[in-house]
């Protein structure tokens, strides 16, 4: 394999090496290792809440069928006009440049854009399963999810935060890791969808230390980094000032990032959040590690709505969303924004040809 530059945004058979930021090959400066071998199992992408945009943003995608990867919707064929109804996931490959292909997940009412049903959370929650369990057997390659509203599933016996516990528990594991990613920023935020008072109670040294070495791992496994450097957003203004505007830092940041240090793992601050994403000092590490969640996703989507990931580290399988909600107030309007879907899907393509060229 060689370096070269990178090539335009959705070439697939291409990842990021050492020299760049290691995102993706598809938007990035720097360099990219060609000779990545193309998938021949298609992504499994779950139609997410039938009301909001998913199901129009999803046909957008196909029709830009940007990364040249094939994808399979988990989802009702009526909400995909001139889709493929396919028996399984190998036909998806065959079909795939003619039509949308849908694998059926039906729902129990016809979805009516901007007006979510609590009647079809069981079938948003059946494709999600599903699309799990058919990664998990190898018959597709990755899961990519449209955006679902929890309040509309916990009728129906959903009892987890979001997708991110929810494939948790699905994959067995004992610590999912939320990355959001773009071409000019990662973030990790240490807790994830609870209060800001309950994220305070639940930060402590040894989450920290978990979630810091899953994402070490990771990127490291799956993003090319040989050296990943984590740098630590402070809990408190100015970083807590040495105590003064608390102690978070020194008694629980501090200690996570010293037994971090001794494991040989590169890290930095901890930081004062408001100078750690201007453009020159995110040139000095590969992810921050934030302490909640609006701490890294107010500036990952300030500098790039669009063209956000969310992708789940430690998970036995590759699962990317978009960066957004379900946009209920827009949907079937014909004006959903596409492009963080098809980042979405780009950068799990991306991932799996990373995958194939690391095991071969």
Not at 37 to 48: D, F, Q, Y
Request: with cysteine.
């Amino acid at each position: 394999m060689t370096a070269s530059p990178f090539p335009p945004y959705g070439v697939v058979g291409a990842w990021v090496a050492d020299d760049g930021f290691a995102f993706s090959a598809l938007r990035m400066g720097g360099w990219v290792v060609e000779g990545a071998v193309m998938a021949t199992s298609p992504l499994a992408l779950t139609m997410g809440d039938p009301a909001g945009i998913g199901p129009e943003i999803t046909l957008a995608a196909w029709a830009a069928r940007r990364s040249g990867h094939p994808f399979v919707v988990l989802g009702d064929p009526a909400l995909y006009p001139g889709c493929r109804v396919v028996a399984s996931a190998a036909e998806a490959c065959a079909v795939f440049a003619q039509a949308l292909p849908v694998l059926p997940v039906t729902l129990v009412r016809a979805a009516v854009p901007g007006q979510p049903d609590a009647d079809n959370a069981a079938a948003v929650i059946g494709a999600i399963e599903r699309a799990v369990r058919l990664t998990e057997a190898g018959e597709t390659a990755a899961v990519v999810t449209n955006p679902i509203a929890k309040s509309v599933l916990y009728g129906a016996g959903f009892k987890h935060p979001g997708h991110t516990e929810y494939l948790a528990e699905l994959t067995g594991s004992p610590l999912p890791v939320m990355m959001l990613a773009c071409p000019f920023l990662r973030v990790v935020p240490i807790t994830i969808h609870v209060s800001l008072r309950q994220a305070i109670a639940e930060l402590t040294t040894e989450i920290i230390v978990t979630t810091a070495r899953i994402t070490h791992a990771s990127l490291r496994r799956d993003f090319g980094l040989a050296a990943p450097r984590l740098a630590f957003a402070g809990l408190n203004p100015h970083a807590g000032e040495a105590g003064a505007m608390g102690d978070e830092e020194i008694r629980i940041i501090r200690p996570a990032m010293e037994i971090l240090a001794a494991e040989g793992i590169a890290v930095l601050g901890p930081i004062p959040p408001d100078t750690m994403f201007t453009p020159r000092a995110r040139q000095g590490y590969d992810v921050a590690m934030c302490m909640y969640h609006d701490q890294g996703l107010i500036p990952l989507k300030t500098l790039d709505m669009d063209g956000g990931v969310n992708v789940t580290l430690g998970l036995p399988i590759i699962r990317t969303s978009p960066d957004h909600g379900t946009a209920f107030d827009i949907a079937g309007k014909g004006v959903a924004d596409p492009s963080s879907l098809m980042a979405a899907l780009d950068f799990a393509a991306d991932l799996v040809a990373r995958k194939e060229i690391v095991s071969c």
